[in-house]
């Protein structure tokens, strides 16, 4: 069946570094990706989102790269901070679909180190 | 900054007891929607709602499970009669505009427990 996953379930970073966190999916009528961020005890937390016609958007601290040839989508943050620490979700809307019906990826667990 | 707001933030239940779980959405979104977190899974959709009707519904929304929208502002999740599988969190969610037009705001979440 369809699918979105994510390769790592943890990330470990130094503050300051740059983090990458990747994401899989298996449909290719996918037209509509986002990544959240979910902090302990809260819901998901819109970071930054990119359509398939595009392969590169640029939030504040954070890219988002779509490649939809090996169907990748990867969120980088820029110089990772202690409040970065959180499960990151890719999650995909299909273009078949309607709504805003997302299906989230398992989640990596981002750990910033001071 | 809006929010969308959600009670109780935890319910604790016997299994076969009804439950409803509330929404405030935010005030100018049209489309509704509830998601749920099993403890240490992926959120999975559930439902979506719009102009007082179910625009779409997975898998897991069997007949157990119902939505309302009582007045202009509420946004209600209710199942029927609980089983130990629906212990997990209940997210409301809710965006201006369909199909990734806009940013989909999620509330803080219900956490069901059913024994």
Redesign the interface.
């Known amino acids: 069946g369809e699918s979105v996953g994510l390769h790592l379930p943890t990330l470990s970073v130094q503050e300051g570094d740059n983090s990458i966190i990747n994401c899989a999916y298996s449909n290719s009528a996918s037209d509509y990706f986002i990544w959240y961020k979910q902090e302990s005890g809260k819901g998901p937390q819109f970071i930054i989102d990119i359509r398939s016609n595009m392969d590169k958007r640029q939030g504040q601290r954070v890219t988002v790269l779509l490649n939809k040839t090996v169907k990748h989508l990867s969120l980088q943050i820029a110089a990772t901070q202690p409040g970065d620490s959180a499960v990151y979700f890719c999650a995909e809307i299909g273009a078949e679909g309607g709504g805003n019906k997302l299906t989230f990826g398992t989640g990596t667990q981002l750990k910033v180190e001071l | 900054e809006p929010e ?1 707001t959600q009670t109780p933030s935890h319910q604790v239940t016997q299994m076969g007891q009804e439950v409803i779980l509330r929404c405030v959405p935010i005030s100018n979104h049209l ?1 509704f ?1 509830w ?1 749920r977190q099993i403890l240490g ?5 559930l439902v ?1 709602f ?1 102009n007082n009707e179910i ?2 519904k ?1 898998e897991i929304f069997d007949d157990q499970f119902s939505v309302e929208r009582p007045d202009g502002s509420n946004f209600t999740l209710k199942i029927r009669s609980t089983k130990l599988e629906d212990s997990a969190m209940y ?1 409301c ?1 809710s ?1 201006e505009r ?3 037009g806009g ?7 219900s956490r069901l427990t059913v024994l």
């Open positions: 969308v489309y929607y998601y899974q992926k959120v999975e959709f979506s719009y625009s779409e997975s997210f969610a965006s369909d199909r990734g940013e989909l705001f999620f509330g803080e979440g």
